[in-house]
């Protein structure tokens, strides 16, 4: 059975833990974090070690940190001719230190503690320097998810990038309506078939394919009569831009 060792706790490090604990080819060893108390309920005191220099080798070591914590993080594992893996979306692999070999393990999901996932679903992102580390990667990989890709580096932050756009700015439209909605007294929850509706669409159309509305249909008047009922002028300035661009893709 072959080891793995993760630093962090965040949310990515939280799925990876519960998912990995429950593996069959895959022993977790140790988690390094700041603080155990911190972290009790989800991963058992024997796991847990507060200091980087107390893991002890293993085959994969996964680390799960800030983007700009990995290098420093890195530097600080003792032992050496392991594979060492982050899960970032955007930081190149060769940040990590040179005592150990490299790679990245990217999810490309949106995690949060407070909500469980189905990880089979999960893309996962794979980069290594050597084929070896590839297979080691991807037997690690495909026992926690049916979606393995080999990306590059490259393809990796054009990903991201995307992410932000299909996830984050969406959520943040989200919030956006949700606001609107409380201001005029109107139940938020209204809008959750819409939602609901408009994700779904896209898995048999293309976005562009799916797009409605009074952008796409060139209505002024209604287009008008939005900007008119916005008292918030950053939503105004939001609304207008993506209005644009819908007309100009």
Known sequence: M?????????????????KIQHSTHFKL??????????NQ????NDLMVTSIAALQPVDITIISVSDDAIEHVSEQITYTNSLVVHTSGTTNMQVLSNKNKKGVFYPLQTFSKQKQIDFTKVPLCLETESKDDMLLLKELANELSNNVYEISSEQRKSL????????????????????????????????????????????????????????????????????????????KKIYQLITESIKNV
Not at 2 to 18: D, E, P, Q, R
Not at 29 to 38: D, G, H, I, L, T
């Open 2 to 18: 072959k080891t793995i060792n993760i630093i962090g706790s965040g949310n990515v490090a939280y799925h990876l833990i519960k």
């Open 29 to 38: 060893m140790n988690v390094a974090v700041r603080s155990k108390e911190k």
């Open 41 to 44: 309920e989800f991963i058992t």
């Open 160 to 235: 991201h990038v995307s992410a932000v756009f299909v996830s984050n700015f969406v959520n943040h439209m989200y919030t956006i309506g949700n606001a609107i909605c409380d201001e005029n007294k109107v139940p938020f929850e209204i809008l959750h078939p819409l939602i609901e509706e408009t994700a779904q669409k896209i898995q048999y159309l293309s976005p562009k394919e799916a797009q409605t509305g009074p952008a796409i249909r060139r209505d002024e008047k209604t287009i008008k009569a939005h900007e008119a009922a916005l008292t918030n002028e950053t939503f």
